[in-house]
């Protein structure tokens, strides 16, 4: 917050820098060019003393009459002020010049403090208007600096939500993968303890990859590939010879995707297929790339009695994962039958 209020801050005095020197050289350049009893010097320090005032005005009218009174539609208040200030300040301005500057290249008789102050049209024309012109340039630009800082405030806090609504998924889709993960090896140490230490070895590879990969926003598709085949590992070991795995890959390039997204539809795959008639369980695993996207296809035998509705917390998670990534750049695809259900992703080559 810190950081952002001085850069804020940095990019206003830049600006402002820029705009007042721009402004002074103009009006010096037609000051002289229109006048020809005063001198190079005398006037430089006549459209200096003017600058300053319109500095102020210009400050003033912008961020405390428009954005303290303006924008909180006080529109009464805002001219009253407005028309008070403006006469304020010329009345200072013209004080400043006759009894600071002029005694230093004239010797004429100062005007006094009254006719200042009763000479309305002389303050309105040499230095109202002024600073009436200065004060809306000023301000239109910087409605349209405020509108750039503002647009940058919100695409930066849309990364932000989005950042953080993609770890509260992970934080939904990571416990999920592990607590069905422990539950096979209880079942494994059970039935089969001989298998328990190989297939927790699989494991450590899994966790490993979900805790170093999983943070990340894009991994390579092959590395997910890779954790993939050590889960399928794992479930051969569980299923034995009642498990039928078809795996058909065409890997043409090397695309990346969200990590753990492909590994998690091959979970759920697990989770929710059933086992056909002959008693196996059947699943098969597609996945094509090229130069412009990636298509996985995941499919599981299945009873429609025992599974109307496939997609629980996984597809849920996934589905907004990808809108978050891609917004509605990919395709999801989810096909369901009395005895075969199966979900198709099809995302962009790169993640920009």
Not at 31 to 48: F, K, M, Q, W
Not at 91 to 101: G, H
Not at 206 to 231: F, H
Request: aromatic share 12%; with cysteine; net charge negative.
């Amino acid at each position: 917050m810190k950081e952002k209020t001085t850069r804020n801050l940095l990019s206003v005095i830049s600006y402002q820098a820029v705009f007042w020197t721009a402004l002074f050289l103009f009006g010096l350049g037609q000051a002289h060019s229109s006048t020809t009893y005063l001198s190079l010097e005398d006037i430089i320090i006549y459209n200096l003393c003017h600058l300053l005032f319109q500095i102020i005005s210009a400050n003033l009218i912008y961020y405390y009459l428009i954005i303290h009174l303006f924008d909180r539609k006080r529109y009464v208040l805002f001219l009253i002020s407005l028309i008070f200030s403006l006469y304020l300040l010329a009345v200072i301005n013209r004080i400043f010049i006759v009894y600071a500057a002029e005694p230093f290249f004239t010797n004429e008789a100062p005007d006094s403090i009254t006719t200042i102050l009763t000479d309305l049209d002389y303050l309105v024309v040499c230095y109202a208007l002024p600073v009436i012109t200065a004060s809306f340039i000023f301000v239109c630009f910087m409605h349209i600096l405020r509108y750039k800082n503002e647009k940058q405030d919100r695409i930066r806090l849309q990364k932000e939500k989005a950042e953080l609504e993609l770890k509260v998924l992970k934080s939904h889709l990571n416990p999920h993968f592990l607590f069905n993960t422990l539950n096979n090896i209880y079942s494994l140490a059970v039935n089969h303890p001989d298998k328990a230490p190989k297939f927790i070895a699989g494991l450590a590879d899994i966790l490993d990859y979900a805790l170093y990969k999983g943070p990340q926003k894009m991994v390579r598709i092959t590395d997910e590939i890779t954790t993939i085949d050590r889960y399928l590992e794992l479930e051969e070991l569980r299923y034995g010879n009642t498990l039928e795995i078809n795996r058909i890959l065409k890997i043409q390039a090397e695309n990346q995707i969200p990590p753990l997204l492909y590994l998690s539809l091959v979970e759920n795959a697990f989770k929710h297929g059933s086992r056909s008639l002959d008693g196996n369980l059947r699943i098969t695993l597609e996945l094509q790339t090229d130069e412009v996207r990636s298509v996985f296809k995941i499919g599981n035998s299945s009873f429609q009695k025992t599974s109307d509705r496939q997609e629980g917390i996984g597809l849920t998670n996934i589905e907004e994962q990808l809108k978050l990534y891609y917004k509605h750049n990919f395709e999801l695809r989810v096909n369901s039958d009395e005895d075969w259900f199966s979900v198709e992703i099809v995302t962009p080559a790169w993640y920009d």
